[in-house]
């Protein structure tokens, strides 16, 4: 899915856009964030040249229908953080994973959930998903109180599931399915 087609998909409090290269200081000063990159699973940014690389992969990504990611913008035009689908598979499952990051400031305030939100309803009616997944560190707590919320089944862990910079690490895994809303 080419960037341009990346529909701006708008909430009552922010609305989600497709990632930008102009949005890379305020997704370095998000990703970077020890409070964000320690949940993340990958090392943190070191740059704003290594953020804007990271962009530019996604949108190519995007361009070739392997993953898709928005900018979650208030109305000021501020970027507060992103959130997508880290991978899909329609035929023959019909299913997608989804990610999302949020600057610490913005957390316990409703932002992610109504991005979620947002992006939950498009994978079901546009992209005609049957089943949404999450994936996070077993100790989350913010992010399995927000997906429980949402609806989500923790379904359960899977080890070792991830090499990071510390060694192999679990995740927990939830799901949504089309028919639990």
Same mark, same amino acid.
Not at 74 to 98: D, H
């Given at each position: 899915?080419?960037?341009?087609?990346?529909?701006?998909?708008?909430?009552?409090?922010?609305?989600?856009?497709?990632?930008? +290269?102009?949005?890379?200081?305020?997704?370095?000063?998000?990703?970077?964030?020890?409070?964000?990159?320690?949940?993340?699973?990958?090392?943190?940014?070191?740059?704003?040249? /290594?953020?804007?690389?990271?962009?530019?992969?996604?949108?190519?990504?995007?361009? /070739?229908?392997?993953?898709?990611?928005?900018?979650?913008?208030?109305?000021?035009?501020?970027?507060?953080?992103?959130?997508?689908?880290?991978?899909?598979?329609?035929?023959?499952?019909?299913?997608?994973?989804? &990610?999302?990051?949020?600057?610490?400031?913005?957390? &316990?305030?409703?932002?992610?959930?109504?991005?979620?939100?947002?992006?939950?309803?498009?994978?079901?009616?546009?992209?005609?998903?049957?089943?949404?997944?999450?994936?996070?560190?077993?100790?989350?707590?913010?992010?399995?109180?927000?997906?429980? +919320?949402?609806?989500?089944?923790? /379904? &359960?862990?899977?080890?070792?599931?991830?090499?990071?910079?510390?060694?192999?690490?679990?995740?927990?895994?939830?799901?949504?399915?089309?028919?639990?809303?």
């Amino acid at each position: 899915m080419d960037p341009g087609n990346v529909p701006v998909l708008s909430g009552q409090r922010i609305e989600l856009r497709a990632i930008s +290269v102009a949005d890379a200081e305020a997704l370095y000063n998000c990703w970077s964030h020890p409070d964000v990159s320690h949940w993340l699973g990958a090392p943190p940014l070191s740059s704003l040249p /290594e953020t804007r690389e990271l962009i530019a992969r996604l949108q190519q990504m995007s361009q /070739e229908d392997e993953s898709l990611r928005w900018s979650i913008v208030l109305p000021e035009g501020k970027v507060i953080g992103s959130c997508g689908y880290n991978n899909w598979q329609l035929e023959g499952a019909y299913r997608g994973e989804l &990610g999302c990051e949020l600057l610490p400031e913005y957390w &316990g305030r409703g932002y992610m959930m109504e991005a979620l939100e947002l992006l939950l309803n498009y994978g079901f009616v546009n992209m005609r998903l049957n089943r949404i997944e999450a994936l996070c560190h077993p100790d989350n707590v913010r992010a399995d109180k927000l997906f429980t +919320v949402l609806g989500f089944r923790k /379904e &359960g862990i899977l080890r070792q599931y991830r090499y990071t910079a510390t060694g192999f690490q679990d995740v927990a895994i939830y799901s949504l399915l089309y028919t639990d809303g």
